[in-house]
């Protein structure tokens, strides 16, 4: 598959909830050590499933050539 367009990044804000791993369905996201959520752009496939989940609404989906 092409890789997508769009990735999605964890903004500052982020209070570690683990909301967005549970939905992503890629298992694209990490919490790392509780203290905020870290996206692999190799696994994520833009959705967006994780940026409508986050509580905080710290993440936006950004263009892979602007990462
Ligand atoms: S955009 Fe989709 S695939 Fe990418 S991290 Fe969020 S839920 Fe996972
Ligand atoms: S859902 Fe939002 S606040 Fe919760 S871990 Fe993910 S990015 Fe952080």
Redesign the pocket.
Known sequence: MAASKNAAV?GN?????????KVCPKKA?R?LRGV??VVDPERCVGCGK?AR???????VMARRDSL
């Open positions: 964890v804000g982020c209070v570690a909830c683990g909301a967005c791993a996201v919490v905020r959520a994780c989940t986050c509580p905080a609404g710290v993440i």
